[in-house]
């Protein structure tokens, strides 16, 4: 069997499409990928070391302000579509599927020119303009949110999958907190934003870790790399309080927390879907089409988890939110009956027998 997958720029691109390939070369022996990216986004760094074969397009997202550079990039799309076309033609893929990012423009555009089967998968619960523009042109559309089918109106079919992130989490091995030094039987929250970190949640949340210095719960706060040293300096937190610049392996440790509290990233999303943990979330305002925002609000919807926007942050906000979740037993029991209702543990193999029956 031979697939192309495209996917770019961010992680919650790029780690979806990754797990479907993975699933794919579990599924068949004699697979051959050509997974298409960018010339200058992360792709071209993580796919190659995965031994899995790299192209690269050069193209860019639309500035919306820059006219001369947007009039560049037209060209440089309809260059990059005449690649994949050379690159379909020679390799003939059985499936192309596009992962997000605006890298797969061309990628499916050309595939649906040469009328290979097309696929997507959209990550987030508020579709970009790329992804509901190339609808029309695939033969299936995967939702990573059950209330994103209906935004694609114009594709010929739309399921709901899951995220293929979430199934990765689920393989890892728990990691006990009392090894990291916390005390087993109280509650361990999680608080994170990313890997980098974001200095605006760090100043608005450092008053908040004083605050629960007599709280029954203890906290892993992840500071983030680039802001770890200033957040630490000159501060003593209390001794309920752990303060890291980064935790690898994340997942493992979230299986042994009562709450964590995020971002709404789709990859995120799914790791907490998949492992069941009710969840605070702090959507960042920064993203395209605040599509964070409503992945929050799709969660928060069903009842599993609750929504705290970067400008109502506040310790004393967040401090309530956090007790009303640990003193309330009976909503909380809730949000995990609720979770484990709605999760979708084997979305890679879903979108693989779904490919498989577009095949036949």
Not at 84 to 100: H, T
Not at 169 to 188: N, V
Not at 320 to 336: C, G, Q
Request: aromatic share 8%; charged share 25%.
């Amino acid at each position: 069997m031979r697939i192309i997958v495209s996917a770019g720029g961010t992680g919650g691109h790029i780690y979806p499409a990754l797990a479907i390939i993975k699933k794919f070369q579990e599924k068949e022996k004699d697979l051959k990928v050509i997974y298409i990216g960018t010339h200058n986004r992360m792709e071209k760094d993580i796919v190659p070391k995965m031994n899995i074969e790299y192209e690269a397009l050069e193209i860019y997202g639309f500035s919306k302000t820059k006219i001369g550079q947007d009039i560049h990039n037209v060209k440089l799309i309809r260059q990059a579509e005449k690649k994949c076309l050379k690159i379909m033609q020679d390799f003939k893929p059985d499936v192309v599927i596009g992962v997000g990012g605006y890298v797969t423009y061309p990628v499916i555009k050309a595939a649906h020119k040469l009328g290979i089967k097309t696929v997507l998968h959209e990550q987030n619960s508020m579709p970009g303009k790329s992804n509901i523009w190339l609808s029309k042109m695939v033969d299936l559309v995967c939702v990573s949110f059950a209330s994103t089918k209906t935004l694609f109106p114009k594709a010929p079919k739309v399921i709901y999958t899951g995220n293929p992130c979430g199934d990765g989490a689920l393989e890892i091995k728990k990691i006990q907190k009392e090894t990291l030094g916390f005390d087993p039987h109280k509650k361990l929250i999680i608080i994170v934003a990313g890997s980098l970190g974001s200095r605006t949640i760090n100043e608005k949340l450092k008053p908040f870790l004083n605050l629960v210095d007599e709280a029954e719960y203890e906290v892993l706060y992840i500071a983030g790399k680039n802001y770890y040293e200033d957040f630490i300096k000159d501060t003593k937190f209390p001794a309920n309080v752990k303060v890291v610049p980064y935790f690898d392996n994340l997942n493992a440790l979230m299986k042994d927390a009562y709450l964590i509290i995020t971002r709404a990233g789709a990859s995120t999303i799914s790791e907490i879907l998949a492992l069941n943990i009710p969840s605070i979330l702090i959507p960042s305002p920064y993203v395209a089409n605040n599509h964070q925002y409503y992945n929050a609000l799709d969660l928060v919807n069903m009842g599993v988890a609750e929504l705290i926007e970067e400008k109502n942050l506040k310790a004393d906000i967040l401090q309530i939110t956090i007790n009303e979740l640990v003193n309330n037993t009976a909503k909380y029991k809730e949000m995990v009956k609720r979770l484990e209702k709605i999760a979708t543990t084997s979305s890679a193999t879903i979108i693989y027998e779904k490919i498989k029956e577009l095949l036949k």
